[in-house]
């Protein structure tokens, strides 16, 4: 390779993606102009990928954490040989366009996951290394090394500020993850300012204390240097690299170095300007040289022999391990495997009955050995969320001679190990989680309290954006923890999950609906899926009486109901307060009162039925209805109706046992009864 050819696919990259942004008259130039020269050294020179085929198993991944500069990405995707033409690029940021403002995965060819919200792709990098890690140990054998692949993301400021990427890099140094590589864009500007003005640290120094290696780069232009800081990352094992390269905002354009470049076109004149001095023509927009592009298409050559290599590989495996090869080829293509769940529990029905979480943890235990995809862990919780995989192992450094065990959930300390311990972060427990999935061969779940789904928000939402598998277990799930008080008894949390878009919200009112919510989250394809779960032990209902669990999948279904099956009062609820409606219902049925109820565990899966099975669920005709569940009536209106009534907790918690928390806020039978005859007159 001659340095003028090097130069001028590097400024390729560059106009490419000024280009792009000037036509929208919408993005971020600044990223794309400084970082090119290290995207090209590593896309050129290291990434390992077959652009014909962007899904093989075995490709490094490279994950655009700072997703503003997505020009950039897109630039490379084409020039590389993806299925983004030029036209697509030319329609950036439009509608319908595959090269949308950040990326997307599922929506553009290569994109490994969806990017913009910082940190978070950082974070899911962590996730993908994990999982490369996690698969090798299990499946790999001495000559037979199927997975083998780095991770490498690219990342800014503003991913370095966000604590989640703080708490992910602190797991990941400790896991010590030698597959993993972050490019650190070191340009000295936020969007709004320097980063004097609020990023002072030193940030190699940090990063070493978390157990990480790093490499400084002084010139971001250096192709040599950044070659030989790639290098140096690949040769250490043994710690996730970070590689700070010190660029330039804006390179080249009259902007250089300012804040303006970052988030804005550069506008006419100020492209001209920049193409000038660099030494690229001002026009046409969009010029990719013939000898550039021949360089960066023999990626296509060499991932075809890369990938080939490895199927020669894999067959050589399947025939010396086929057993092992098929759970491997399984997990990849998101199979699960015959019989996964039959030996899923029944629970007997028992008036004092048991948590949920107590069922989950159960369950759990028995679909484990049968599904081995089943993979995660909860943030520093297991005991109180019942979430340990008991005897899969655990997912961390062999330990040392005398070194403190607890915690380990048997099956000793290796990469292997099934159980995840995420520590205290539960922001990064579900980035993590999304890059497992993302990464494949995996159903990863995570766990903690309700309360602190607040922490999880961000990435369930981008789970839910990428239509990603992953099973979020949340336990303590109402005011009926108790003693905590209102700092950990959630209100608000339910209405604030069932308000994203495509994420599955399953409240099982007892251990047989908790064994059926695991069903639906473990064959949930495109889909997260969140179960709340309770504390306190819940009645196992007798399903001699009721309706069977199996009515779960329907999101709500009618457990019991008037004699003639024309009720003239309905009664909902979901998770504890089911048990509470039946009793309710059984002394209005004693007075003469046709009631129905109704068992609603899911809104989401509810509304994917067709009104008519709806309708047969929630006739019109009655009018008389009561929701009782412990959180807020937000959203409850869809379901009560115009006559309806909600009884739920409109004011914070408090510190008191349980059962006198549950009867000064009013959910006891009498309470129930009272507001249901007034709905009746």
Known sequence: MSAELDQ???????????DMVQKADSGHPGLPLGAAPMAYALWTRWLKCNPHNPGWVDRDRFVLSAGHGSALL???LHLTGYALSLDDIKQFRQWGSKAPGHPERGHTPGVETTTGPLGQGMANAVGMAMGEAQLAARYNRPGHAVIDHHTYALVSDGDLMEGVASEAASLAGHLQLGKLTCLYDDNYVTLSAGTDITFSEDRAGRFEAYGWHTVMVRDGNDLAAIDAALKAARAETARPSLVLVRTHLGYGSPEQDSFKAHGSPLGVDDVRATKQKLGWPPEPAFLIPDAALAHFREALQRGAQDEAAWDERMAAYAKAFPELARELQGRLRGELPPGWDIDMPVFPADAKGLATRDASGKVMNAIAP???????GSADLDPSTKTALKGQG????PPSQGEDQQGSSGGGWSRAGRNLHFGVREHAMGAI????AAHGGFIPFTATFLIFSDYMRPPMRLAALMGLHVVNVFTHDSIALGEDGPTHQPVEQLANLRAIPKLIV????DANETAVAWKVAVETRDHPVVLVLTRQALPTLDRTRCAAADGLRHGAYVLSDAPDGKPNLILIASGSEVSLIVAASERLQAQG?????????SWELFEALPQAARDAVLPPSVGARLAVELGVRQGWERYIGAHG???????FGASAPADVLLREYGFTVDNVCARAKVLLG
């Open 8 to 18: 001028q696919c590097v400024n390729t990259i560059r106009f490419l993606a000024v």
């Open 74 to 76: 897109y630039s490379l």
């Open 370 to 376: 049968s599904l081995p995809a089943l993979c995660g």
């Open 394 to 397: 655990d997912f961390n450094p």
């Open 433 to 436: 989680a999304n890059g497992l």
């Open 506 to 509: 399953i409240r099982p009112c």
């Open 593 to 601: 009162i046709a009631v129905r109820c109704v068992s609603m565990p």
């Open 645 to 651: 009534d909600m009884l739920g907790v409109e004011r």
